[in-house]
């Protein structure tokens, strides 16, 4: 039965070494009886998931993570979820390693708040590096059981065992994990202090290898359920009406003029929130379309040409230091210090989910059933048992995937609707927002203004950076983004501002004898605001690598030689991730911006280099561009990365988040921009709000930096943070000119020719905006 | 009222009942027949989530109305494009599943059926003709690259 994959004898020896002492299976009849997990939502099924008896969700609990039932398959429950990344797939990897169980015998349940442990917001980057974590420090310990276990029953000591795909065997005899829990609980605490051994990665047989998703081939043959094929008997169809302007009130409304629509089955009024309920999808729609109602004028955001001075002048609820040394002050006021200063901007963005927002709500017996695409059930759990006055207990919110998700889009708030509509159906009622609902009402990646300062001394040498970021606040209480349906109906609900934690990265990775970054933290923002990828890490990098841009350009030294020059020193890894940088890109020294440019499209190349919250995953990158001086048309043909996120646990994975970070943030850097009058958002649509389209994709080449030995990190995000910087640096370096102002659309680019062909060689030229 | 309507839906002959004789086919699709390829992206035939073949050409089906929809048209969703009982799938999903083409894959419906069209009238295209063919065809999550990729590896296929 040895085969020849199983792990040498010394790995077991030494993982088994260590066993926990006073470690038992739950052996009780209730825990005996204990069926099968509920069932994933399998494609093809639409079911209802049968409530399931209480299982474990203490975050210390072998059980709160894993079950194995008699067959030896292997049960993950996840708190964090798969936005369309790949990370179940890498989840089940991790299990698979550590537990020594074949890939296939694991499946995950996730985002259940009835059976999954609360491990937080599926969000910056963390699916891996922490609740992978987790999990795995879970299969490491429950293996070390399951070898304790074995001992005992097989009366062949630790060291005689062989453990290979869910089976023990030693001293002729063997037992397989279905034997050994099948069915039970482990009744295990887990260590985060002192974690199980883990697998040495010399023996891995998952981790770090691309193995293909779980997910695709049903995606690709259609039968994967999203959320927007979730169904469940007797529901009904419901759409919402929103407000023509933000802060309107609904003054009157004619259901006369819906009620003859076939299929119209009732208008649900709360407030100021109104939504229609129908037997079928199309009969609601047309209900919602044609619904008449009356408003009352609101007109609370500020004209869209005046957005920066409004953010300037918005009041500071508080200012938090996030780096400071020396004495930035004085540094300035040295005399010979040549001083340059800059101020970047980034525009509101939205999310813009292809399938827009979507969700099934049930209310039975005073519970509440919702079915939706959150990354984060358990957060809004807890809305909508406040919104609702329920206890937490009474709601139940189940995560079914919907289309990719790059932060708090509209779900959440698409689940309220249901919610509310279903609760005045009497009926389970599916909502699917249209897309002006979508691109209207999810909230916003709020605008961010940033001002730079530095002083660089007579030797070039840089002797004070200072920056200060005008970012929303963040309300201390909590990551709740309020729910669209509970403001308009007037019920109760916190109310949060919860951009997410967009200080991060205003810090810089550069030791500049004098250091102040401050965040200016703003009471009010002019849209809703929530986090969108890289939520001000992108904003705050692209502001703080261009300037370091600029004095690299002042200083006439190349760019990645004096990031170099300002690093750390003992922080080898960054230094690799450049090293390999410069290889992979073939990147030639010399100061930007290149000489004598000729011609009408010139071409240039620029960098960017990010340590990802100071703290984890690092990147760099050099995007190639063309710029068109005349028509002011920029293309990117061709972007490098170099990545290091530690281990790896499916490179291939990885690559393909790196790539969708790259089209992505290179869509929201040259084009993206939400567009509003005094009253609502006015790019309701595709046409209104482009994102990049396929003649425009670059050609991406990745540099992988595997480091098995290390902990995993996030990939989810971190490679956005360093695009707009790339592509703004390689622009000025192609042309001269500097865009502080995203997105870079040609007219910018042309108000930026002309703006630098006014002025005096010498001067660093300066373009933040082209209103005239 | 409702109306018996007739079509003609992955080789099968179906009758629906309806409302609106203009109810655009995406929704007979999805809710009538349960069908799971063809997704709602905008309904403005802006994003090509919703494309199925109509007599084999790409069809944004969230904009067209039924009444132009009759059974003498040969309607085909991502669920028929391999023929029922083949040894193996349609050359381009075959493809998209080897390139890993996919992030949440809710655009992957519109990319599949798009590039199946372009592939049967234009049999070996090169790169830049794959992404003037998918210019309409919106994803959000940047899996672009991989999505050319699978559709140059599926014209291998195909070449036989
Ligand atoms: S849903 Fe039909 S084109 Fe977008
Ligand atoms: S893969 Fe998510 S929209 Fe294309």
Redesign the pocket.
């Given at each position: 039965m040895t085969k020849r994959l199983i792990p040498s004898r010394r790995d077991v020896l030494k993982r088994g070494g260590a066993l926990i002492v006073g470690f038992s299976f739950a052996a009780d009849a209730a825990a005996q009886q204990r069926p099968l997990p509920p069932p994933t939502i399998r494609p093809g099924l639409p079911v209802r998931v049968p409530a399931p008896p209480a299982r474990s969700l203490d975050l210390a609990d072998v059980d709160a993570y894993l079950a194995i039932d008699i067959s030896g398959t292997c049960t993950i429950y996840s708190g964090k979820v798969d936005l369309g990344t790949g990370t179940n797939t890498a989840l089940r990897q991790i299990v698979a390693e550590e537990l020594d169980i074949r890939f296939e015998n694991t499946q995950m349940v996730t985002g259940d708040t009835q059976v999954t442990p609360d491990q937080g917001t599926t969000w910056g980057s963390l699916t891996i590096q922490v609740g992978g974590m987790q999990i795995r420090n879970a299969a490491a310990t429950a293996r070390q059981a399951l070898v304790a276990e074995a001992v005992k029953r097989l009366a062949v000591k630790a060291d005689e065992l062989f453990i290979a795909d869910g089976l023990i065997t030693g001293g002729g005899s063997r037992a397989t994990y279905g034997e050994l829990v099948g069915g039970r609980a482990f009744l295990l605490k887990l260590d985060p202090a002192n974690p199980a051994p883990t697998k040495n990665p010399r023996n891995h047989k998952f981790i770090g290898r691309s193995l293909p998703r779980e997910d695709i081939p049903s995606k690709v043959m259609a039968n994967f359920t999203y959320i927007h094929d979730f169904r469940v008997p007797n529901m009904l169809h419901g759409r919402v009406v929103r407000p023509p302007a933000i802060g309107a009130r609904l003054q009157s409304v004619d259901e006369t003029s819906v009620s003859g629509i076939p299929g119209f089955i009732k208008l649900v009024r709360e407030g100021d929130f109104l939504g229609v309920v129908a037997e079928n999808e199309w009969a609601a729609i047309r209900a919602g379309r044609e619904l008449k109602a009356t408003w009352s004028p609101s007109q609370t955001l500020p004209e869209q040409d005046k957005l920066w001075d409004h953010v300037r002048n918005t009041t500071v609820a508080a200012s938090d230091t996030t780096s400071g040394t020396g004495d930035v002050e004085k540094a300035m006021a040295t005399p010979n210090a040549r001083l340059m200063k800059a101020t970047y901007d980034f525009p509101i963005n939205t999310h813009g989910s292809i399938g827009p927002s979507c969700a099934v709500a049930e209310f039975r017996d005073g519970k509440l059933t919702s079915w939706s695409a959150s990354q984060a059930t358990h957060n809004l759990r807890k809305q909508l048992a406040t919104m609702f006055g329920l206890p937490a207990e009474s709601v139940r919110c189940i995560y079914v995937e919907g289309a990719g998700c790059y932060g708090r889009n509209g779900h959440e708030d698409a689940a309220a609707d249901a919610a509310l509509l279903a609760r005045a159906a009497g009926k389970p009622v599916r909502v699917q927002w249209s897309?002006a609902d979508e691109h209207g009402w999810d909230p916003k990646g709020p605008p961010t203004l940033i001002d730079l300062r530095a002083a660089m001394d007579d030797r070039g040498n840089v002797a004070a950076w200072d920056s200060e970021f005008f970012l929303p606040q963040q309300t201390p209480s909590g990551f709740l983004v309020p729910l669209v349906a509970a403001t308009l109906a007037g019920m109760p609900a916190e109310n949060h501002i919860a951009p997410g934690n967009i200080f991060q990265n205003s810090a810089i990775p550069y030791r500049f004898p004098n250091v102040r970054t401050v965040c200016r933290r703003l009471e009010t923002t002019p849209l809703r605001p929530s986090w969108i990828r890289t939520p001000g890490r992108m904003q705050n990098t692209f502001a703080n690598e261009c300037f370091a841009d600029e004095l690299a350009a002042v200083a006439k030294i190349d760019p990645i030689e004096f990031r170099k020059k300002y690093m750390d020193p003992a922080d080898r890894r960054g230094h690799d991730v450049l090293d390999r940088l410069m290889t992979l890109a073939k990147w030639e020294k010399r100061p930007s911006p290149q000489v004598s440019p000729e011609g009408n499209v010139l071409k240039g190349r620029g960098m960017a280099y990010c340590k990802y919250e100071l703290v984890r995953t690092y990147i760099g990158a050099v995007a190639e561009v063309e710029v068109d001086r005349v028509s002011g048309q920029i293309r990117v043909p061709k972007f490098y990365v170099v990545h290091d996120c530690g281990m790896i646990i499916n490179p291939d994975g990885v690559k393909n988040q790196i790539e969708g970070n790259v089209i992505q943030t290179m869509s929201r850097t040259l084009i993206e921009e939400v567009k509003f009058n005094r009253s609502q958002v006015t790019s309701l649509d595709w046409e209104s709000y482009p994102i990049l389209t396929f003649p425009d994709i670059p050609d991406i080449v990745i540099d992988l930096i595997s480091r098995p030995a290390e902990k995993p990190w996030g990939a989810g995000e971190p490679t956005s943070a360093v695009v707009p910087s790339a592509i703004s640096n390689a622009v000025y370096d192609a042309i001269g000119v500097r865009l502080r102002s995203a997105p870079f659309t040609p007219q910018k680019v042309k108000a930026a020719v002309s703006d630098s062909a006014l002025q005096a060689p010498d001067a660093t030229p300066s373009l933040r905006r082209s209103r005239t | 009222m409702a109306i018996q309507k007739r079509l003609n839906v992955n080789g099968k002959l179906v009758v629906v009942k309806i409302d609106d004789p203009d109810m655009p086919l995406?929704y007979v699709l999805r809710d009538n027949m349960g069908l799971k390829g063809p997704?709602?992206?905008?309904?403005?035939?802006?994003?090509?989530?919703?494309?199925v073949h109509v007599e084999g050409k790409p069809v944004?089906?969230?904009?067209t109305p039924l009444s132009q929809v009759t059974d003498r048209h040969r309607v085909v969703t991502l669920e028929g494009l391999t023929p029922t009982g083949a040894r193996r799938a349609h050359p381009v999903q075959r493809a998209f599943v080897e390139e890993q083409a996919a992030q949440c894959g809710y655009c992957i419906n519109?990319m599949i059926m798009e590039s199946a069209a372009l592939l049967a009238t234009n049999k070996k295209p090169t790169e830049a003709e794959v992404k003037q063919a998918l210019a309409k065809n919106?994803c959000r999550c940047g899996t672009h690259a991989r999505i050319v990729r699978a559709v140059i590896r599926a014209s291998k296929y195909t070449q036989g």
């Open positions: 897309r | 995406l997704k709602f992206g905008c309904g403005l035939a802006q994003c090509g989530a919703c494309t944004r089906s969230c904009v519109g919106l």
